[in-house]
């Protein structure tokens, strides 16, 4: 039986998923950082780049996916001055390509989903004023935005019975570059299967996929333990395993019922923050249509936004409702469905054609003020706050001093002041707490 989705012209329905994608990446420059910058009281940017300036291992799980693809815009973006624009070009770049597989996504879901529905999935998913944070600095967690988007795409062949393959080594992907892409992950897997089985002969194929990220990741923590800047003792199995683990931060996840009575509302809350409040009245009603289009996947969908509500709210690192960024993408989805059903009900009631196109544009300039209250909210334009201040404190430093630090927003703007731009070689950098690297010279003192 021909695909449905697959039968009609493929060229028609993907330009404007591909449109909300160029808008939401032509956004994403006009509020970019032009250097380091914060994602949500997170510095992790300028270790970022710093680590894959030297291809080595970050902080736990170690981000062994992301450092090729951060070295190789490094050296390949040199028209670019500032070394963390370039990482953050590739983070507005993924989160683009993010926005314009969510909307291929939604039709997937339901081959009946006109265009203009699913480019509206992919605009609410990529100008969520959290997902638009995650665009416009060095994270991994823009690569992992596209990774979720395009397991939810392949997830529909999989049910299907096809390209079980491709869908495996995204699924790995997903789950080795960080282990919340597991709450993803798993439950797809699990509906994919129940619907339809690879054949017998192509079982260890699909393994393999599988498994073939986390074999990559354990190789490279263990080839890259020595490297100038490394994170851990990631030179030995246990070692590996243990900052893949996160050993070293699970003191930050409390799992009482107490912490998630308290936290689980406010997960709540900032996954429902992210959508345009009128749209809310329309999730419930894609949520209904799609249980009755595709059952199992929507409960799957279901048991990944528990899971990660969940987690944010036992994990009490700053930064952690990033995590939720696969909650919005679902959500995306199921308001832009339930706008569907709302227009196909509302359109027969207006006959008057000028009547239906002031309501389209009130509808379209809604979304546009939407996403001039996320621009508001998350711009970093011309903001270089973090880096002149790293700059002005090694300038101050004596000669051959040691700046001792206690707090990632100290510490990593001035890695990257040292190790990048090669402020004060003769500086001893210390984060006090133990758990970071001592630089100097913009290379790890071991």
């Known amino acids: 039986m021909r695909n449905s989705f697959a039968s009609r012209s493929t060229l028609p329905r993907l330009a404007l998923p591909l449109a909300a994608g160029m808008i939401a990446f032509a956004l994403y420059l006009i509020t970019i950082s032009p250097s380091i910058g914060v994602l949500h009281d997170n510095i992790d940017s300028a270790e970022l780049v710093v680590v894959a300036s030297k291809l080595g291992i970050a902080h736990p799980p170690g981000s062994a996916l992301w450092m090729p693809l951060g070295w190789a815009t490094l050296q390949l973006l040199t028209f670019v001055p500032e070394p963390a624009l370039r990482t953050n070009l590739l983070s507005a770049a993924l989160m683009a390509a993010a926005v314009t597989t969510l909307a291929v996504a939604t039709q997937r879901w339901r081959p009946e989903t006109p265009p203009w529905v699913a480019a509206l999935a992919g605009l609410l998913g990529g100008l969520a004023p959290l997902v638009w944070a995650q665009a416009i600095v060095t994270e991994v967690l823009a690569l992992q935005a596209f990774l979720g988007a395009l397991a939810l795409v392949l997830a529909i062949d999989a049910a299907a019975g096809r390209r079980w393959t491709a869908f495996a080594v995204v699924l790995g992907l997903l789950s080795w570059n960080h282990p919340t892409g597991l709450a993803l992950a798993v439950p797809l897997a699990v509906a994919a299967l129940v619907h339809t089985r690879p054949r017998r002969r192509e079982w260890p194929r699909v393994v393999a996929a599988f498994l073939a990220p986390g074999v990559y990741t354990v190789a490279y923590l263990l080839l890259r333990a020595d490297a100038p800047i490394a994170w851990g003792a990631t030179g030995t199995l246990p070692g ?93 989805m199921l308001a ?31 979304v546009a003020v939407w996403g001039a209250y996320g621009a508001t909210n998350v711009t970093l334009r011309g903001d270089t706050r973090l880096l002149d201040q790293a700059r002005a404190t090694l300038a101050a430093a004596p000669p051959n001093a040691t700046i001792e630090t206690n707090r990632d927003e100290h510490t990593f703007p001035l890695w990257y002041a040292q190790a990048i731009l090669g402020d004060r070689p003769d500086v001893t950098l210390r984060d006090t707490r133990g758990l970071a690297p001592v630089l100097r010279g913009g290379v790890q003192v071991r």
């Open 336 to 366: 832009a469905w339930g706008v569907e059903a709302c227009w196909d009900w509302l359109r027969p009631r207006i006959p008057d054609r000028t009547a239906r196109l002031a309501v389209s544009l009130i509808t379209v300039g809604l």
């Open 240 to 332: 590996a395993w243990a900052h893949l683990s996160g050993a070293s931060y699970q003191h930050v996840t409390d799992l009482s019922a107490e912490q998630l009575r308290g936290a689980i509302p406010a997960a709540l809350r900032a996954a429902f923050a992210q959508i345009p409040p009128p749209l809310w009245l329309a999730m419930p009603i894609g949520a209904l249509m799609i249980a009755r289009a595709r059952p199992l996947l929507a409960g799957a969908l279901g048991v990944t936004a528990l899971l990660l509500v969940a987690f944010v709210a036992a994990y009490r690192a700053t930064g952690r409702e990033d995590y939720l960024a696969t909650v919005v993408f679902v959500e995306a």
